[in-house]
T-cell receptor
Framework: SAVISQKPSRDICQRGTSLTIQCQVDSQVTMMFWYRQQPGQSLTLIATANQGSEATYESGFVIDKFPISRPNLTFSTLTVSNMSPEDSSIYLC????????????FGQGTRLTVV | QKEVEQNSGPLSVPEGAIASLNCTYSDRVSQSFFWYRQYSGKSPELIMSIYSNGDKEDGRFTAQLNKASQYVSLLIRDSQPSDSATYLCAVNIQGAQKLVFGQGTRLTINP
């Protein structure tokens, strides 16, 4: 399976600031996915990032709050904007297997604490 | 109704016993189902994938799928303390290329 590198691994940020999380994959992938995992909760999909087009956001997530870039087939960023303590979560980058509808693989996650 | 539902637990099982984890889903046309294990502070790791009705075995793990009942389960035989983790059921939403996760079941294996 591909190697997915995410950084930073953790950060503590002041409310009102923004944090950009980077995700690098060691092979080209069509789609990259960003998930949020709030404390004690399961994974919720934020958006799907395709290279060359705007990201597709899930219900409850908006581009102004979570802008995403996908400049090429191996890299994506997620920005958490104007942060509040409610944004404290783990953010995970994910890719799918090479065959459609197969398993997902995850980066190591970014643990964000907003104070 | 949630798209994917699991009992959140905690589920406590003695070492050496069989742990049984259950999951139901609402999308009748889903064809791909996955079980992930997540240790505290770590990202999810894939344990099993299952695409056809019936059982699929891999070592101590058996996944069971019943599409008619919209039910997926995971059995862990000879449970070990190292199996203590949260187990996440995930269902692929057909045509959308996205996975929806259940809320996870926290499993504790007692020595």
């Amino acid at each position: 399976s591909a190697v997915i590198s995410q950084k930073p691994s953790r950060d503590i940020c002041q409310r009102g600031t923004s944090l950009t999380i980077q995700c690098q994959v060691d092979s080209q992938v069509t789609m990259m996915f960003w998930y949020r995992q709030q404390p004690g909760q399961s994974l919720t999909l934020i958006a799907t990032a395709n290279q060359g087009s705007e990201a597709t956001y899930e219900s409850g997530f908006v581009i102004d709050k979570f802008p995403i870039s996908r400049p090429n087939l191996t890299f994506s960023t997620l920005t958490v904007s104007n942060m509040s303590p409610e944004d404290s979560s783990i953010y995970l980058c994910s890719i799918r297997g090479k065959v459609m509808d197969t398993e997902a693989f995850f980066g190591q996650g970014t643990r964000l604490t907003v104070v | 109704q949630k798209e994917v539902e699991q009992n959140s637990g905690p589920l406590s099982v003695p070492e050496g016993a069989i742990a049984s984890l259950n999951c139901t889903y609402s999308d009748r046309v889903s064809q791909s189902f996955f079980w992930y294990r997540q240790y505290s502070g770590k990202s999810p790791e894939l344990i099993m994938s299952i695409y056809s009705n019936g059982d699929k075995e891999d070592g101590r793990f058996t996944a069971q799928l019943n599409k008619a009942s919209q039910y997926v389960s995971l059995l862990i035989r000879d449970s070990q303390p190292s199996d203590s983790a949260t187990y996440l059921c995930a269902v692929n939403i057909q045509g959308a290329q996205k996975l929806v996760f259940g809320q996870g079941t926290r499993l504790t294996i007692n020595p």
